[in-house]
């Protein structure tokens, strides 16, 4: 059983825009589409006027195909640009440039192992 029900909204990550649509990953299995028709209740002259592909967006799931993990989805009716930002919390780790010196190289390898 999907994570996905029909109503639920949920953020996702533009991957790409056609004329007819916009692609977006909702995480590593399910992906969806946001047919031209669940972009504005208005004419859609250009969806680039909505969306940037690498945006992250909240969207409405209006149905779910488990065989596929396809999702379709809207952005009609929810304000989808509201998406919560994930702040950390800033350290205090000293004054000057040393310290980012001396720990530039360990923290950009702990990130890689952490995002790969």
């Given at each position: 059983?999907?994570?996905y029900k029909v109503g639920n909204i949920v953020e996702g990550s533009v991957t790409g825009i056609e004329s007819y649509g916009v692609f977006?990953?909702?995480d590593?299995?399910?992906s969806g589409l946001i047919h031209i028709s669940e972009i504005?209740?208005?004419f859609v002259k250009n969806i680039n006027d909505f969306v940037n592909v690498g945006e992250t967006i909240r969207v409405k799931?209006?149905?779910v195909d488990e065989?596929?993990?396809?999702?379709?989805l809207s952005v009609k009716d929810i304000n989808?640009?509201?998406?919560?930002s994930k702040r950390m919390k800033i350290e205090e780790v000293g004054s000057g440039f040393e310290i980012l010196h001396d720990n530039l190289?360990?923290?950009i390898e702990e990130k890689l192992k952490e995002i790969g």
């Open positions: 059983m999907t994570k977006v990953n909702l590593e299995y399910y504005s209740h208005g799931v209006i149905d065989e596929s993990c396809h999702v379709k989808y640009r509201n998406v919560s190289d360990c923290w």
